[in-house]
């Protein structure tokens, strides 16, 4: 009397979905540790060129020397603001995927559950059958035993 649960395929689907979830929530980590390492690198950069650039200017610099390390300062700047973007647009990607693999697990949860509780519910009755059966067979012997002994 093994009754296959009824929302298998639904259970199986949200499962799937899960999973697809799980890949892209972990690439979407992946992309925003990426972008924070980026940042930190064009950071560790600029301040290396900015000392090397004060180191300069104390030796003293020409006009278009001075112009070259600011130059080149802005440019490092412009490129840690657009790195800072990246993380923070990063950082709400990962948080969007974080909250849809929450809700797939959740819902994948509930399936779970109610096949649990179905599979609970078959188990239940085939024990149910098989005692009723048991009792049958037993009483049948009784009688048969007991109209052996008249």
Known sequence: MNKAFPLQSVLDLSQMKLEEATRKLGELISGEQQATQRLELLAQYRDEYHARFLAAAREGLSRDQWRNYQSFLDRLDVAIGQAREMVAQSHQLTA?????????????????????????????????????????????RHLTDAKDDQ
């Open 96 to 140: 969007a995927g974080q909250q849809e693999w929450l809700e797939k697990r959740g819902r994948v949860k509930a399936f779970d559950t109610l096949a649990q509780r179905h599979q609970a519910r078959v188990v239940y009755a085939e024990n149910r059958m098989e005692q009723k059966d048991l009792d049958e067979h037993t009483s049948r």
